[in-house]
């Protein structure tokens, strides 16, 4: 069994800043990409980052230049910087990641979701 958790979300007023952290704990090999999505109320959940486990990034085009994607790899652990945070960032921030797992019948890789956290930008 594997688990994300995620941490970090909360209420900021615009132009303000928030770090959210994703740590994945259980029967892990290794983690493939790590990707950060997010679901605003009455819309389908989007992502808005992604890094391999080499450090390659990739983001939204209504992030790029705001938030910044990191990993650590000795802590399983993917976070995200939100810097200039806007009304429309407002949603449940879910983490993603494919682990590499052992299973009965052999290794493979698997996606597993955190629980999602909570933005909230006023304005």
């Known amino acids: 069994q594997v688990q994300l958790v995620e941490s970090g979300g909360g209420l900021v007023q615009a132009g303000g800043s928030l770090r959210l952290s994703c740590a994945a704990s259980g029967s892990i090999f290794s983690i493939n990409a790590m990707d950060w999505y997010r679901q605003a109320p009455g819309k389908q959940r989007e992502l808005v980052a992604g890094?391999?486990?080499?450090?390659?990034?990739n983001y939204a085009d209504s992030v790029k230049g705001r938030f910044t994607i990191s990993r650590d790899n000795a802590k399983n652990t993917v976070y995200l910087q939100m810097n200039s945070l806007k009304p429309e960032d407002t949603a449940v921030y879910y983490c993603?990641?494919?682990?590499?797992?052992?299973?009965?019948?052999?290794?493979?890789?698997?996606?597993?979701w955190g629980q999602g956290t909570q933005v909230t930008v006023s304005s």
């Open positions: 890094i391999t486990s080499g450090g390659g990034t």
């Open positions: 993603n990641a494919m682990v590499v797992t052992t299973t009965l019948i052999g290794r493979g890789a698997f996606s597993y």
